[in-house]
């Protein structure tokens, strides 16, 4: 009888195999993925958008699935037009425009959010400076309220901006104690010298301290203007209700002149090798990073530069810097690349961290795979199915709610890119071809003048980077 049983699970098995395909040994993330289905991302009619007569652009995106909303404006400039020398001042005002506006200080703004469950905040990016507030379509009106304050009527009282510089300062303080933020430090440094993104976008302690109330009011006099403004909302609202309702809170906000965008930095940076360290005596494990010239948000060649990069260092586990120096060779456990995409042409970089005895191999290691992936071993056809299949599943990842879809949408206003950027986004990349990607890596890559920073024991390392080029030794 068991026999019996045993033949005919074994039957059932097999007939399983076969009509479903699986006769391969192939383990399931390793084969194609499923074609993504071509549809718009935003149904038809669910996005509305207005200008007002004094230029705010109004972008509302009606979900009805669940009793909530955010909202909010979004500058198109942010901590990259920073005064030179008061680098910081950006990051400041933000900080102190959620300290009382309006009616309410500081702890009455607080304590009236703290109410209604919601979230209330200022964020400063280098491109852009948000204000917004999220929480139960209920309280639309509320919220509504409390960004209308803090963008229009911040109090910028000054007990307050004290208050916040000397946290700001502390933050920068803290900040040295972590070899990471050393690293980005002075790879900015190593970079832009003293362009503004050579300055962390929270400034330094000496451009920081001498920071006052009439820096940070002439500041915001500068951002705050609508004609240089989106008001974006996601979430349960009628929304034509919802836009009276903004006519009514921002329709007196007076138009003003918009500042100009942060000047471009060198093509070229740095034009010829440089190797820095930054002296950490105590550390036995280093932090370092590789690092040139970039492309710009608005950059055409961004999405076939972005497949290079996902086979270079930015898939994780599969993608060729790893599986050299994290399997194949054991110098690290984490390596990435990537370009930094800003309004101007930030940097590329690759980034890492191993021992100090390490520092020179994982260094020629990193060298020898942007050689090859320019020349001799050039990004193959599998590699850039497979990377594809990466850049479209974080795509899809990415705009799981309304409001990760608007907020790539402002994204997209924010540096003037076409509106239908979302839509056409898979198509753009699966037409990205081989010639394409062997074309960027010979233009886009160029390790023979790597800015080369790494944080740890000068003593130990500067020996070890003999004949790599002129090292340099400086401290934080």
């Known amino acids: 009888m068991r026999s019996v049983v045993q033949a005919k699970l074994l ?3 097999v007939v399983c195999l076969l009509l479903s395909g699986c006769a391969s040994t192939r383990p399931a993330w390793e084969l194609p993925a499923p074609p993504a289905r071509e549809v718009p991302i935003v ?17 509302l995106l009606r979900d009805r699935s669940r009793p909530m909303i955010s909202l909010g404006l979004e500058l198109k400039r942010g901590a990259a037009i920073d005064p ?27 304590r009236d959010v703290e109410a209604l469950g919601a979230d209330l905040g200022v964020s400063v990016g280098w491109d852009s400076t948000g204000v917004g507030a999220s929480g139960l379509s209920r309280d639309t009106d509320a919220l509504l309220g409390f960004v209308a ?19 700001q300062l502390a933050g920068l303080a803290a900040s040295l104690d972590n070899p990471r933020n050393v690293l980005g430090w002075q790879l900015q440094r190593t970079l832009f010298g003293s362009h503004r993104y050579g300055v962390p976008s929270a400034g330094l302690p000496e451009t920081v301290e001498p920071l006052g109330v009439a820096d940070v009011r002439a500041m915001h006099g500068r951002l705050f203007h609508p004609n240089n403004a989106i008001f974006h909302a996601a979430g349960d609202f009628d929304p034509e209700t919802l836009l009276a309702k903004i006519e009514a809170a921002f329709g007196n906000w007076r138009p003003g002149p918009v500042a100009k965008p942060v000047a471009a930095p060198p093509r070229t940076t740095p034009p010829a090798p440089r190797i820095m360290v930054v002296d950490r005596p105590e550390m036995v494990q280093v932090q370092m990073a590789l690092a040139h010239e970039g492309l710009q948000r608005s950059d055409e060649r961004r999405i076939p530069a972005s497949l290079l990069n996902n086979v270079l ?40 961290f191993t021992r100090a005895d390490q520092a020179r191999p994982a260094i020629e290691s990193i060298l020898e795979e ?46 003037g890119l076409p509106e239908d950027s979302l839509d056409t986004y898979r198509a753009r990349v699966n037409g990205v ?25 000068a003593e130990a390392l500067v020996p070890r980077l003999d004949g790599l080029g002129e090292v340099e030794v400086v401290t934080w």
């Open 11 to 13: 039957s059932f098995v």
């Open 43 to 59: 149904a038809e009619g669910a996005l509305v958008e207005k200008r007002l007569p004094n230029g705010l652009h109004v972008m």
């Open 84 to 110: 030179a020398g008061k680098e910081g001042l950006a990051v400041l005002m933000g900080e102190v425009m959620q300290r009382g506006a309006g009616d309410r200080d500081a702890l009455e703004l607080a």
């Open 149 to 167: 304050d803090v963008a229009l009527r911040p109090r910028f009282e000054v007990g307050e901006v004290e208050r916040a510089r000397s946290e």
């Open 313 to 352: 260092g930015g898939s994780g586990f599969s993608s060729r810097l790893t599986v050299r120096l994290r399997s194949n060779e054991g110098l690290t456990y984490s390596i990435r690349s990537g370009f930094v995409l800003r309004r101007r042409p930030g940097r590329f970089g690759v980034s890492t």
């Open 370 to 415: 942007l050689e090859a992936i320019r020349g001799e071993r050039p990004v193959s056809e599998e590699e850039l199915r497979n990377a594809k299949a990466f850049s479209l599943g974080h795509f899809a990842l990415g705009l799981e709610t309304s409001g990760a879809v608007l907020g790539r949408l402002v994204n997209l206003a924010v540096y």
């Open 433 to 457: 071809t081989l010639e394409q990607v062997h074309g960027l890596a010979e233009s886009l890559l160029h390790p023979d003048r790597l800015a080369v920073v790494i944080v740890g024991p």
